[in-house]
């Protein structure tokens, strides 16, 4: 055995090679011969009934090839959770851009003229653009009641106690869609053939999620659709679901040509068409003692969905579930609900809910702590939940997480009191006013409740011919480092080097379905599981006596290659099992939520100019619990990325609705943060122990997106709360939304 | 939809009528290609030449994935028309590596985390070599500004930072 430990170490990413020499293979730099270029007739109205698809005359139309709702061999549905989503529209329109039409060609140079060459008439029906059109309902434009799901977390008796609090606190909360924006935009290429059936290669999170949808869409078995993972330029959860709807124009397309095809959207499809973050709102009635104890309170949780139900219900209820933040509830009733509009279908984007309602828990947090008169620091520390008190869904907290610590030191990290003293007093003066804003919260890893047991996710691990050992799982790299950490875990187990270990390409030909890329949940899970799948392979050759219970790695490589000889194959699978004595209940939303929690406390410092109106961040310190950290670099990377992201979605980046159609679906006019905009992100770790995860690593990749936006907007308040009238309650807030707080105070 | 990319044409026709003669060097290597006059830049490297390093993120010059080096100046690729490239040296990703070894550039960026899903990474490194080209120990304001025009979405750009002060550092012998 090597002594030396792979776990906690920055090995050299997997694939980083390719990548900084440009030999990386992404979707759009693959071709294949007699290749068709596909592209997309998309709805220009957000509801209606289609009177008439033409196709202009003068317009040559004898080289394409078009595919209507008619051509779909199965059922014409996006099959996911549920198979409401029409793979194309046929006959009605739900929101606009809903794809309606595919036309493939050559030459993708006349694609563009062709998709303008047909005209679609429609009769128009009344459409629903907001949650509260939606709830009033002034349309029913999903089922009976514009409902698309609903939640229910009850603890204690929250009616008995309204009469024993000495302050009752209540606010709204609003957040905007947020576009992942990926520099990648969608593109898949799908072949189809009469005996092999369907191959698909996509820039993707889920291949068995694409496998699944076209198995539905094609109405061919299981073995004939194979889907394969390209080289992914980011993701966030924003090719989570949507990629089944591409392969599945692509795949349409290459059965009827008989060719093979390639989707590849440029920005502005990318944008207007596919998901988004889910606008959310949030109502806050909290009962406060007088010594600032949380009592208990009423929390409303309500996204919207856009036309379709697609993934809602679980963004809706890590959104539910994450709504009453870090802190002790002795009692409270949380209501989840997603509704339906006439836009796009908003879906996975890294946080998944929770970035909605824990904006909104911290926003009120500052609000509690002025009603009562206290510190947003000790409104904080007195409200924490501990070891032994149980979460909203009463989930019991067994971890040794100290949350008063973990806010200390962010405390002293961003020398917080410090600052905070220093800017009250250079505020008096001047047009620059700075604050400081505190977020608390937590992210749950992995699949809500029950979730990862219905998945039972399998992972396999093999020795090779060469000695080498290769990690067999559908979890796809796509930027945070799957690749390298489930390669450094599988070495660790083994004993060996971290480059005798490799990882093959998800091929569902070839990896078994080691569930979703999604759900912070690769290293925790999936890493498991390869541990397991790693120590089997030890055990086989032990047990085979090629090797003893302590071997160089020169020993192993010998001892597989010596396997692989005699044996034929040396594999090894490991499935999914929950722990013992976890409990949930799916119907009253009550039990063990999540596996384990990461923990954290962000710290902002914003300067205000009041002659421009803009806010900008100029500190971040970004201090979380995540259990063991595996990799220190690719860790780091994961925060400060997702703290920029975080950064985005509270002071840059607004979409533009008009009649549910995104109007500013191009980087010149959707503005993310540059280089030039972001502050020093400073990030540490805490690592306070937990036993779940692989070697002690709990979920990381979403927790970043949670405390950014209430941090940012917490200091905001600090910085000009003495000239605003009421708080700032929503994001993204761009200058324009200062100005107007500002000036509705009339005050400058 | 009211935005087109017509006029800087992403995709090629499929006859050659109208087609001219572009030479130029890429790389260091001498080459001429058939392209018409408007073609993008982008689609000659990737489409006629094979280059593939060389990304397209948003075909309007907003988010740099696409950056050469054309005579040492840092140019949009899907913003120059191809004559505009007549005789001029470009520089790509696929041919900064001093031979089978990684320069310091792209060396730094894999030991730093600069690079994550790797879409930006080729712009981004030629990017931050051509401040390097111009101020060999660049002031974190410079690199901040320098890497404006290229966006990541992955990495919050700190490791990219830390990455070019590195590379700036080795190359200095500092």
């Known amino acids: 055995m090597t002594q030396e430990h792979i776990i906690g170490k920055s090995?050299?990413?997997?694939?980083?090679?390719?990548?900084?020499?440009?030999?990386?293979?992404?979707?759009?730099?693959?071709?294949?011969?007699?290749?068709?270029?596909?592209?997309?007739?998309?709805?220009?109205?957000?509801?209606?009934?289609?009177?008439?698809?033409?196709?202009?005359?003068?317009?040559?139309?004898?080289?394409?090839?078009?595919?209507?709702?008619?051509?779909?061999?199965?059922?014409?549905?996006?099959?996911?959770?549920?198979?409401?989503?029409?793979?194309?529209?046929?006959?009605?329109?739900?929101?606009?851009?809903?794809?309606?039409?595919?036309?493939?060609?050559?030459?993708?140079?006349?694609?563009?003229?062709?998709?303008?060459?047909v005209s679609i008439e429609y009769e128009s029906l009344p459409a629903v653009f907001t949650i509260e059109d939606s709830e009033r309902p002034s349309q029913i434009i999903w089922g009976t009641d514009n409902t698309l799901k609903t939640f229910l977390i009850s603890k204690g008796d929250v009616d008995g106690i309204w009469a024993e609090a000495d302050y009752i606190v209540e606010g709204e909360y609003t957040t905007g869609a947020q576009e992942q924006l990926y520099i990648e935009n969608n593109g898949v290429i799908a072949a189809f053939d009469r005996e092999q059936g369907i191959t698909v290669w996509g820039s993707l999170q889920c291949p068995y999620y694409v496998h699944k949808a076209l198995v539905a869409l094609c109405d061919l078995p299981a073995e004939k659709i194979r889907v394969v993972q390209a080289e992914t330029g980011g993701a966030f959860g924003g090719k989570e679901d949507y990629p089944s709807i591409i392969a599945g124009h692509a795949a349409l397309l290459a059965i009827k040509s008989g060719r093979p095809v390639k989707i590849v959207y440029d920005r502005l499809e990318d944008m207007t068409a596919t998901t988004k973050r889910h606008p959310s709102r949030t109502r806050h009635r909290t009962a406060v003692s007088k010594d600032g104890k949380i009592l208990g309170g009423e929390i409303d949780f309500t996204i919207d969905g856009g036309a379709y139900a697609t993934l809602s219900s679980v963004v809706l209820s890590r959104g539910t579930i994450h709504a009453g933040g870090p802190y002790y509830w002795p009692s409270v009733r949380i209501r989840g609900k997603a509704v339906a509009t006439n836009a796009p279908p908003h879906g996975a984007f890294r946080g998944f809910g929770a970035p909605q309602s824990l904006f909104a828990m911290e926003r009120h947090m500052d609000r509690i702590a002025q009603a009562v008169g206290l510190s947003p620091v000790e409104i904080r520390r007195r409200n924490f939940l501990k070891p032994g008190e149980t979460t909203t869904t009463e989930q019991a907290i067994r971890e040794e997480i100290d949350l008063g610590k973990l806010l200390n030191r962010a405390l002293e990290l961003s020398d917080y009191a410090a600052k905070r003293a220093r800017f009250a007093q250079r505020n008096k003066v001047g047009h620059i006013k700075k604050g400081v804003g505190i977020a608390a919260f937590l992210h749950g890893a992995g699949f809500t409740g029950s979730g990862e047991r219905y998945l039972a996710s399998v992972v396999a691990v093999e020795g090779c011919a060469d000695g080498g050992v290769r990690v067999l799982v559908s979890s796809t790299e796509f930027g945070q480092g799957t690749n390298t950490v489930l390669c450094q875990i599988a070495a660790e187990a083994l004993g060996l080097p971290y480059e005798d270990v490799r990882i093959a390409q998800p091929d569902t030909n070839q990896v078994p379905n080691s569930g979703p890329t999604v759900a912070s949940r690769t290293a925790m899970v999936v890493g498991n599981l390869v541990r397991s799948a790693a120590l089997g392979i030890k055990q086989t050759l032990v047990a085979s006596g090629m090797i003893g219970g302590s071997y160089s790695p020169e020993q192993f490589r010998t001892a597989c290659r010596e396997y692989i000889a005699a044996h034929g194959e040396l594999r090894s699978f490991a499935r999914y099992e929950a722990p013992e004595g976890v409990f949930w209940d799916d119907q009253k939303y009550r039990g063990e939520a999540y596996a384990s929690f990461a923990w954290a406390i962000y710290v902002a410092e914003v300067a205000v100019d009041l002659s421009t109106y803009s806010a900008r961040v100029e500190d971040f310190v970004a201090l979380q619990e995540v259990g063991r950290v595996l990799h220190p670099v690719l860790a780091k990377g994961q925060i400060a990325g997702g703290v920029a992201q975080g950064i985005g979605f509270a002071l840059y980046e607004k979409v533009v609705w008009q009649n549910g159609r995104m109007q500013n679906g191009q980087m010149t006019n959707y503005i993310m943060p540059t280089s030039a905009d972001l502050p020093p992100i400073r990030v540490f770790f805490e690592e306070m122990g937990n036993v779940h995860g692989a070697y002690g690593a709990k979920g990381i990749g979403e927790l970043p997106m949670d405390g950014p936006a209430p941090a940012i907007v917490n200091a905001i308040q600090d910085a000009i709360g003495d000239v605003l009238g009421t708080g700032f309650d929503s994001v993204p807030l761009l200058p324009e939304d200062i100005f107007e707080a500002v000036s509705a105070n009339g005050e400058r | 939809m009211s935005y087109s990319s017509e006029g800087r044409s992403k995709d090629r026709g499929k006859d050659d009528r109208g087609k001219c003669a572009l030479s130029l060097a890429i790389n260091g290597n001498p080459q001429t290609v058939r392209v018409f006059p408007m073609e993008r830049l982008l689609d000659v490297l990737r489409n006629e030449l094979g280059l593939t390093g060389t990304k397209?993120?948003?075909?309007?010059?907003?988010?740099?994935?696409?950056?050469?080096?054309?005579?040492?100046?840092?140019?949009?690729?899907?913003?120059?028309?191809?004559?505009?490239?007549?005789?001029?040296?470009?520089?790509?990703?696929?041919?900064?590596?001093?031979?089978s070894q990684l320069n310091a550039m792209q060396a730094a960026f894999l030991e730093c985390g600069g690079a994550q899903c790797g879409i930006c990474t080729p712009g981004m490194i030629l990017s931050a070599s051509h401040l390097l080209s111009k101020k060999t120990d660049p002031t974190l304001d410079d690199i901040r500004e320098a890497l404006a025009g290229n966006l990541c979405r992955c990495t919050g750009y700190m490791q990219i930072f830390e990455a070019v002060v590195q590379a700036a550092r080795r190359r200095t012998g500092v």
């Not at chain 1, 008439?52 to 004898?62: G, H, L």
């Not at chain 1, 006959?91 to 036309?103: A, D, M, W």
Request: glycine share 10%.
């Open chain 1, 11 to 117: 090995v050299p990413r997997k694939e980083g090679r390719d990548k900084v020499t440009g030999a990386a293979r992404y979707i759009d730099d693959m071709t294949m011969p007699a290749m068709l270029y596909g592209a997309t007739v998309r709805s220009q109205i957000p509801r209606g009934v289609i009177k008439e698809i033409s196709f202009d005359p003068q317009f040559d139309w004898s080289e394409f090839v078009t595919v209507t709702a008619q051509d779909i061999p199965g059922k014409n549905c996006i099959a996911l959770i549920g198979d409401d989503q029409p793979c194309l529209a046929d006959g009605k329109v739900n929101h606009p851009e809903e794809p309606i039409l595919l036309l493939a060609h050559a030459d993708p140079h006349l694609l563009r003229k062709a998709v303008d060459s």
């Open chain 2, 56 to 99: 397209e993120g948003c075909g309007e010059g907003e988010c740099g994935s696409c950056s050469v080096l054309m005579d040492g100046k840092l140019v949009n690729s899907c913003l120059v028309p191809a004559l505009q490239a007549a005789s001029a040296n470009l520089t790509t990703i696929e041919g900064i590596a001093e031979g």
